[in-house]
C-alpha cells in the first residue's frame, strides 16, 4: 500500500509564502514520481508540478518562477515551496506519486496514487 501525508498547509496574506511536505516510505520514493496537484472549490483538480525520479521537473505556467518542487531522499519527502501567494492558489493541495515520462519533448505525468490533502488559504 503506498500511502502519502502532506503538510505544510495554512492561512498567510498574498505575497506570503508556505513550503509543503510530501512523506512517504523509502520503496514508495525509488518507484515513483512525485506530482502536485490542487483543487479549488467549484474547480476541476490541475497539476501543479511533477519531479521525476531523476530530478527531471516540469511546472505549470501559472506556477513557473513562484513554486520549486524537490525531493530529498535522505527523509525520502518531497517539498513544495509556495512562493509570492495569490488569493487564487487558494485551495487544496494533493501529493501524488505516479509515472512520469517524456513524449516527443513534453513531460507527461500520470498519477497512481493519492495523498489526503492539505489546505492552503491565501487572504487578499
Known amino acids: 500500500q503506498v500511502q502519502l501525508v502532506e503538510s505544510g498547509g495554512g492561512l498567510v496574506q498574498a505575497g506570503g509564502s508556505l513550503r509543503l511536505s510530501c512523506a512517504y516510505s523509502?520503496?514508495?520514493?525509488?518507484?515513483?514520481?512525485v506530482g502536485w496537484f490542487r483543487q479549488a472549490p467549484g474547480k476541476q483538480r490541475q497539476k501543479v508540478a511533477t519531479?521525476?525520479?531523476?530530478?527531471?521537473?516540469d511546472y505549470e505556467d501559472f506556477v513557473k518562477g513562484r513554486f520549486t518542487v524537490s525531493r530529498d531522499s535522505t527523509k525520502n519527502t518531497v517539498y513544495l515551496p509556495l512562493n509570492s501567494l495569490k488569493p487564487e492558489d487558494t485551495a487544496i493541495y494533493y501529493c501524488?506519486?505516479?509515472?512520469?515520462?517524456?513524449?516527443?519533448?513534453?513531460?507527461?505525468?500520470?498519477?497512481?496514487?493519492w495523498g489526503q490533502g492539505t489546505q492552503v488559504t491565501v487572504s487578499s
Open positions: 523509502p520503496s514508495t520514493f525509488d518507484r515513483y514520481a
Open positions: 501524488s506519486a505516479g509515472t512520469f515520462w517524456v513524449y516527443s519533448g513534453s513531460p507527461t505525468y500520470t498519477p497512481h496514487y
Open positions: 519531479i521525476a525520479k531523476s530530478g527531471l521537473t
